[in-house]
């Protein structure tokens, strides 16, 4: 049983009414697709072989990124909350820059970086003979890039704000350090981590501009949901409404489902 | 009250008013050099104000379709500008601008020794093409199966710029875009077609509004100037 404070008697007009409109923002797009949907074709438009396949490449890269922002973004968390060093909120504003910077922006600059004539690519590939672009690594590579910085800010603040007396009392039993994190600090935070995980993964699943940008469109090597989406758009657009509505649908699901079960338990 | 205020502005705006009109022009991505920059619309003595709004044709369509505000639009092939005369939305027949073709682009120096269009099957090459949803990649596909190349393609982009951007930072090897583009992109080669291989694409223009500055834009595109403008520019002028 939640206790609830919520107010018996009426909000205030003013906030309901933008409450409302703030709703509709949200609400009446949705409402929009499900109208446009093309629900007498819908099983014929998704079972698609390209439909097939984008569901699958968005599922592997989408998880895959997860499971990279929690092994390199966690990591990366606690030295930005707990470790000082110079140059810390220069470091910290470079994670979180690419939640504003336009994603087209940021797949170029994965480009410059990673691509085969790219800073590190061009040695890569003379070392190896890998190349990163136009390769499903190239996906997952793009959506961790845009999904980590939810997962940072989220466990960051989480590291912030425990006060450092569990960990100290661990200290004196004896753990090591890395002990103390494993078995002190991961399940204290966990919550946090639990919404970080969601973000992240929401965010790799809708991503498009940084992919395109950096891996390019190529049906069941590159071409994931939100790419499918798009090139339908300018050819089908029942198929365009229809796939969005597994992007949609899938989202829907998860967010539904673990927000209430992970955000609200303390 | 209102409803006078209204019908004024709709009488204003009927009326042809030259000076301060600005017209809104939607035209096809590779345009975007040659119509943009400096181009000046000289007409019957007035220069017009022109907005662009440069996309992918079939985007821009789509945006049309929508009911986007457009005064003309200039598609980069024929189909497209089927689809909006069928629909209906225009009272003015469409008119030939110029024509474009496909080439070879690969990064400077050629470092993957592509000779021609046969090359695109190699696998070990990275190739891209234009998505089969916009016209540059209709005309790709169509001469790729007309010569009968099984071409190994790595990334279908969304317009012809995008592909462009990937010759020039060297991700591929080869990509069939415009001549034009090529011509316009000091880091990028050519490597031409062979004779007869076709791949040649016609740029439709068609007025959208009754705006008489729409009129008078078309006649400018038409005009000698801006025709020795498009040839400048590697188009076939007409």
């Known amino acids: 049983m939640r206790t609830s404070r919520s107010v018996r008697q009426r909000p205030p007009a003013a906030i309901l009414i933008a409450a409302v409109i703030g709703a509709g923002l949200f609400v009446l797009p949705l409402i929009g697709l499900l109208w446009r949907t093309p629900w007498g074709r819908l099983a014929e438009l998704l079972s698609s072989k390209i439909v097939r396949d984008a569901i699958v490449i968005s599922a592997v890269t989408s998880l895959v990124a997860a499971l990279l922002c929690v092994m390199f973004g966690v990591p990366l968390a606690w030295l930005l909350a707990r470790v000082e060093f110079p140059g810390r909120n220069i470091l910290r504003a470079i994670v979180t820059l690419p939640m504003v910077l336009p994603p087209v922006v940021g797949g170029a600059a994965l480009l410059f970086a990673f691509g085969r004539r790219g800073l590190i690519g061009d040695p890569l590939e003379a070392a190896t003979g890998f190349v990163l672009p136009f390769s499903i690594w190239a996906v997952i590579v793009a959506n961790t890039f845009v999904a980590m910085p939810f997962l940072v800010v989220t466990v960051e603040g989480a590291f912030r704000s425990l006060d450092g007396s569990q960990e100290a009392a661990a200290s004196t039993l004896g753990a090591n350090q890395l002990t103390i994190f494993r078995r002190v600090v991961l399940p204290l935070i966990s919550p946090s981590l639990r919404a970080g995980i969601v973000l992240a993964w929401a965010r790799a699943l809708g991503e498009f501009g940084a992919t395109i940008t950096f891996s390019g469109n190529l049906p069941g090597r590159t071409q994931s949901l939100p790419l499918a989406v798009f090139v339908a758009l300018e050819s089908d657009r029942d198929a365009a409404v229809a796939i969005s509505l597994i992007l949609i649908m899938i989202s829907f699901v998860v967010l539904v489902l673990f927000r209430d079960r992970w955000w609200s338990r303390q | ?238």
């Open chain 2, 1 to 238: 009250m209102l409803l006078c205020a209204v019908a004024l502005v709709g009488a204003c705006a009927g009326d042809g008013d030259t000076q301060s009109s600005t017209i809104t022009v939607f035209a096809a991505s590779s345009l975007t050099d040659v119509l943009g920059g400096d181009a000046q619309y000289v007409a019957s003595g007035t220069t017009l104000d022109v907005k662009f709004n440069f996309a992918g044709s079939s985007t821009l369509r789509e945006q049309i379709l929508d009911g986007a505000d457009a005064d003309v639009f200039i598609s980069a092939n024929e189909a497209v500008m089927s689809d909006i005369i069928d629909a209906g939305l225009t009272d003015f027949p469409a008119a030939q601008i110029a024509s474009n073709t496909l080439t070879i682009a690969v990064p400077k120096g050629n470092p993957g020794r592509v000779d021609g269009l046969s090359d695109l099957g190699e696998p070990s090459l990275t190739v891209g093409l234009c998505a089969l949803q916009v016209p540059c990649g209709v005309l790709a596909t169509e001469i790729l199966l007309a010569q009968h190349v099984d071409a190994s393609i790595d990334t279908f982009e969304l317009n012809a710029r995008s592909l462009l951007a990937k010759v020039e930072l060297g991700e591929l090897d080869a990509a069939l875009v415009y001549r034009t583009d090529v011509l316009a992109s000091p880091e990028v080669d050519e490597v031409e077609l062979a004779p007869g291989t076709g791949g040649t694409t016609t740029y439709f223009a068609v007025q959208l509004s009754d705006h008489p500055a729409g009129q008078r834009f078309l006649e400018a595109l038409l005009a000698g100037s801006f025709q020795e403008r498009l040839a400048d520019a590697g188009f076939e002028a007409l």
